[in-house]
């Protein structure tokens, strides 16, 4: 009995190691860099080794059937694309029809809900037109981003969301049966409840996640370093994977502020990103691909007068908030390198090496 449970042992062992030997390197990106057309962005890229690009798009449709690329000769987006996989780099694109705390619908469509059989006829329609010109440039296409952020608030709109959804994923396995398909969520505001009704149509989870800091009460960041802690990050990552339910995750914003004022510091954003690339080795074979949310740090006055604009003088009593959305890049806003920098260098070099 003893010899068969050692013999049990090692063959767990080794096929644990062989998947871990047979599973590719998850592509790593940040942003959406780099970007057509600035070669400081490319040097950049190739320094910092990576291999993934996350960006956007929307459903842009003034009216019924006109798309603005159908017609142009000039196709930018198509054009940066065709080049991005050109050079090896895998590519996600997610549509911001709903994007956190917003949805955007085309003009003439708008007032009427996702399931109406307008609004999926004329859905289908754009991601076919869309995925024909772009589909062979993409690897992972999302439908919607944070968008448990909007529904937790529109909850009434939810079973009609989850039916579009299920429309455009019915599209892309007939058009692109290859590509990767699913939603973005976003840690907080519960993902795994939104995910339970979103699995059956997706191919992949996608989340974008941000270290938490003490932003509305304490809550120090070096709590996500340490594994004791239950906000671990590799315990909320783990625990999103198990709920997989063996599709791969797709991490397409992850962002860690480094401001003191939020219980943080420059130094420990270097750490979380060294110990993020560190445990993305354990999960090979689980994981996508991943992309640190951005190079720079967004300009705090230009971060905080647009919030102004947009929320009125409320939101500047949640200087936390903006903080923490101006702290987290690898860079500062004058594009002095942080310590980040140098440990996202470090780390995927490290992650590379066989």
């Known amino acids: 009995m003893r010899a068969s449970k050692t013999l049990a042992a090692v063959v767990a062992v080794m096929a644990f190691v062989a998947a871990q030997a ?9 942003g959406g860099l780099p970007h057509a057309g600035n070669p400081e962005e490319e040097a950049v890229a190739k320094e910092l080794g990576l291999s993934f690009v996350a960006d956007f ?19 930018p987006f198509g054009d ?17 029809n709903i994007d956190d705390d917003k949805k955007r619908m085309p003009f003439y469509l708008e007032g009427r809900p996702l399931d109406d059989p307008l609004v999926l006829a004329r859905w289908a329609a754009f991601l076919k037109a869309f995925l024909a010109r772009y589909g062979d440039s993409i690897d992972y296409l999302n439908f919607g981003h944070k968008v448990n952020g909007y529904f937790v608030k529109h909850d009434n709109e939810w079973t009609a969301f989850v039916r579009f959804v299920a429309a455009g994923a019915q599209v892309v396995r007939k058009e692109k049966p290859r590509l990767s398909f699913g939603v973005v969520l976003k840690d907080g505001d519960d993902p795994a409840k939104y995910w339970r009704d979103l699995a059956p149509a997706c191919s992949h989870l996608a989340l974008a996640y941000t270290a938490p800091c003490s932003v509305f009460k304490k809550q120090p960041t070096s709590q996500v370093l340490d594994p004791r802690q239950g906000i671990f990050f590799a315990r909320t990552l783990e625990t999103l994977m198990r709920q997989a339910g063996g599709r791969k995750l797709l991490l397409t914003e992850v962002g860690c502020p480094s401001h003191p004022s939020l219980d943080s510091s420059p130094e420990t954003q270097a750490q979380f990103i060294t110990m993020l690339i560190a445990w993305l080795r354990q999960s090979e074979g689980r994981v996508a691909a991943v992309s640190y949310v951005g190079l720079k740090d967004w300009p705090y006055e230009a971060t905080r007068g647009a919030l102004r604009q947009a929320f009125g003088d409320e939101i500047l009593q949640y200087r936390g908030i903006i903080r923490m959305l101006t702290s987290q890049g690898l860079k500062d806003e004058e594009g002095k390198n942080k310590p980040a920098y140098e440990a996202m260098k470090k780390a995927v070099e490290q992650y590379r090496k066989r």
Request: with cysteine; net charge negative.
């Open 80 to 96: 940066r694309l065709k080049n991005l996989k050109q050079k090896g780099y895998a590519v996600c694109i997610t549509l911001k």
């Open 57 to 75: 798009s929307n459903w842009d449709e003034p009216k019924e059937g006109d798309y603005p690329w159908a017609s142009s000769p000039d196709d």
């Open 22 to 30: 047979a599973a590719e390197p998850a592509p790593i990106g940040v």
